[in-house]
Nanobody, 122 residues
Framework: QVQLVESGGGLVQAGDSLRLSCAAS????????MGWFRQAPGKEREFVAA????????RYEDSVKGRFTISRDNAKNTVYLQMNSLKPEDTAVYYC???????????????WGQGTQVTVSS
């Protein structure tokens, strides 16, 4: 099993920045990719960003490209999501995700974090 614990959510104003963290523990060797999804009230959970360790490649959902950056600290087994120029439409619960191969589909995710709330006021 792999345990994921998110932190860093909060209430910010439009244009502000926020950094989310996701600490992984347990059998992390089972996963070669980690990412972030989000779920806004009344909406389905959607893909935000992902990173694959073996290739070092990253992928972003179109609406966050240029504003969000996913990164990793190998020594800490922690993945970060740096969110800049936040908009009210970024308001959601953000979930950390891990899998052997993560894609933009929820079905690819093998492990989920508990979620952290991000609220962006206008």
């Amino acid at each position: 099993q792999v345990q994921l614990v998110e932190s860093g959510g909060g209430l910010v104003q439009a244009g502000d920045s926020l950094r989310l963290s996701c600490a992984a523990s347990g059998r992390t060797f089972r996963t070669d990719s980690m990412g972030w999804f989000r779920q806004a009230p009344g909406k389905e959970r959607e893909f935000v960003a992902a990173m694959w360790w073996s290739s070092g490649s990253t992928r972003y959902e179109d609406s966050v490209k240029g504003r969000f950056t996913i990164s990793r600290d190998n020594a800490k087994n922690t993945v970060y999501l740096q969110m800049n120029s936040l908009k009210p439409e970024d308001t959601a619960v953000y979930y950390c995700a891990a899998a052997r191969y993560i894609t933009q589909f929820q079905s690819s995710v093998e492990y989920w974090g508990q979620g952290t709330q991000v609220t962006v006021s206008s």
